[in-house]
């Protein structure tokens, strides 16, 4: 099992950056997909990007190009730079390790990023 620790949320203005961080409390090398999902009110949980333990990144249509996820698996953490952001960015941010062989997802508790003027 592993536990995860979001940080770098907050409120920024159309057109800054954030940079989220996911620490896990395990080793997340070989065996867990590292995700960013987020949340925003009234909608479904929705994948942001993931990267797979040999290091494919996958971007949902709203955010490539604009967001880099990464991960560092001698440090166990993951982070997500988020540039260019939008107003439609807004939305509770949740760190997401899916382990590939007992098909378990581990989340964070989320951080609020605010995206207005």
């Known amino acids: 099992q592993v536990q995860l620790v979001e940080s770098g949320g907050g409120l920024v203005q159309p057109g800054g950056s954030l940079r989220l961080s996911c620490a896990a409390s395990?080793?997340?090398?070989?065996?867990?997909?590292m995700g960013w999902y987020r949340q925003a009110p009234g909608k479904q949980r929705e994948l942001v990007a993931n990267?797979?333990?040999?290091?494919?990144?996958n971007y949902s249509d709203s955010v490539k190009g604009r967001f880099t996820i990464s991960r560092d698996n001698a440090k166990n953490t993951v982070d997500l730079q988020m540039n260019s952001l939008k107003p439609e960015d807004t939305a509770v941010y949740y760190c997401?390790?899916?382990?590939?062989?007992?098909?378990?997802?581990?989340w964070g508790q989320g951080t609020q990023v605010t995206v207005s003027s």
């Open positions: 990267v797979l333990p040999g290091g494919t990144t």
């Open positions: 997401n390790a899916f382990h590939v062989v007992r098909g378990h997802h581990y």
């Open positions: 395990g080793s997340i090398r070989n065996i867990y997909v």
